[in-house]
């Protein structure tokens, strides 16, 4: 038996002006995430405990370092989680459970400062 010989052909995409800027670790967010944003937004100032199924205890964690870098626009070794990107986004990890705020007087605060 042979084996089959196979040409692999490049593909092209539209001709563009200039390279877009990179996206800094930050990549579009899961629907999930999104949602958990908009609900933490509904009700500023409160902590909202969040458990994804999928996500074990360590994903939780790491998701709060993401949640946080995102929202105070630092750095981060990982990656930003685009869904918390305003500014006024908390994250904290206790005892297995994360909780997600959003601090609206923080960002007012914020938004006088400038």
């Known amino acids: 038996?042979?084996?089959?010989?196979?040409?692999r052909k490049p593909k092209f995409g539209a001709p563009v002006a200039e390279i877009p800027e990179a996206n800094a670790g930050v990549s579009r967010p899961a629907p999930y995430?999104?949602?958990?944003?908009?609900?933490?937004?509904?009700?500023?100032?409160q902590w909202i405990p969040v458990r994804l199924d999928h996500l074990t205890p360590r994903g939780h964690?790491?998701?709060?370092?993401?949640?946080?870098?995102?929202?105070?626009?630092?750095?981060?070794?990982t990656s930003k989680n685009a869904a918390f990107l305003e500014p006024g986004y908390e994250a904290a990890y206790r005892d297995g459970v994360m909780y997600v705020?959003?601090?609206?007087p923080a960002v007012a605060k914020l938004r006088r400062a400038q």
């Open 61 to 77: 964690a790491s998701a709060v370092q993401r949640i946080n870098a995102a929202s105070r626009g630092q750095q981060s070794k």
């Open 1 to 7: 038996m042979t084996a089959k010989k196979t040409t």
């Open 101 to 104: 705020r959003y601090d609206a």
């Open 33 to 45: 995430w999104i949602e958990v944003a908009e609900h933490v937004k509904a009700n500023p100032g």
